[in-house]
Nanobody
Framework: QVHLVETGGGLVHPGGALRLSCDFS????????MAWLRRAPAKDGEFVAS???????YLADSVKGRFAISRDNSKNAVYLQMNNLHAEGTAVYFC???????????????????WGQGTQVTVSS
């Protein structure tokens, strides 16, 4: 069984930074592609970033140059560094894991089997 717990959300001013963390519980961490997705108020869920088992990562166009995803296989953890946050970044951010993610579905929420509870990020002055 896989269990994901996100931490690091909070309130930040526009232009500020936050670092989200996700702890993965389970014996199969190294076989999972890890991802961050978000859901803004009154909007559909949105892919933010993912990182494959070998470290190759993908970022949504809207966050390229500002966000970075990384994973620490020794700690079964994945991180999302968010810099220069915009008001549009206000959302609940979810950590997700998938063992059957392929390039054609890596940005699709349905590709991920396990999800955390989410952490709220609010960007406001």
């Amino acid at each position: 069984q896989v269990h994901l717990v996100e931490t690091g959300g909070g309130l930040v001013h526009p232009g500020g930074a936050l670092r989200l963390s996700c702890d993965f519980s389970g014996r199969t961490y190294r076989s999972h592609t890890m991802a961050w997705l978000r859901r803004a108020p009154a909007k559909d869920g949105e892919f933010v970033a993912s990182i494959r088992t070998g470290g190759h990562n993908y970022l949504a166009d809207s966050v390229k140059g500002r966000f970075a995803i990384s994973r620490d296989n020794s700690k079964n953890a994945v991180y999302l560094q968010m810099n220069n946050l915009h008001a549009e970044g206000t959302a609940v951010y979810f950590c997700a894991a998938g063992a059957r993610v392929i390039l054609s579905n890596i940005t699709s929420m349905s590709a991920y089997d396990y999800w955390g509870q989410g952490t709220q990020v609010t960007v406001s002055s």
